[in-house]
């Protein structure tokens, strides 16, 4: 069982930088695959980033590859999406999740294969 809480989200211009921090609590995150996914409203839930046991491998969707950059510090417990260049589509509530699955593969992306959710945190970008 492990407690995870977002933080670092808020509204920034089109083109600026932030960077969400997912703290977990309960149990060391060193056994999850760690990833992030973000829901805008009336959408669906999508993909964002995953980062295996050791900070590799990292799997991203294509709409955020080259501005975004997961990352995990195991000592921290604390997991990191760092998101550059932002653009208003990128609005969306972000969920940090761990997954307890075996091995990592490209089915990391699915967000059925995650055990726990954090609550999100709010990303708004402005035009």
């Known amino acids: 069982q492990v407690q995870l809480v977002e933080s670092g989200g808020g509204l920034v211009q089109a083109g600026s930088s932030l960077r969400l921090s997912c703290a977990a609590s309960g149990r060391s995150i060193s056994s999850y695959v760690m990833g992030w996914f973000r829901q805008a409203p009336g959408k669906e839930r999508e993909f964002v980033a995953t980062?295996?046991?050791?900070?590799?491998?990292?799997l991203y969707a294509n709409s955020v590859k080259g501005r975004f950059t997961i990352s995990r510090d195991n000592a921290k417990n604390t997991v990191y999406l760092q998101m550059n260049s932002l653009k208003p589509e990128d609005t969306s509530v972000y969920y940090c999740a761990a997954s307890l699955v075996l091995e990592f593969s490209d089915s990391n992306s699915d967000s059925n294969k995650y055990n726990y959710w954090g609550q999100g945190t709010q990303v708004t970008v402005s035009s």
């Open positions: 980062v295996g046991w050791s900070g590799a491998p990292r």
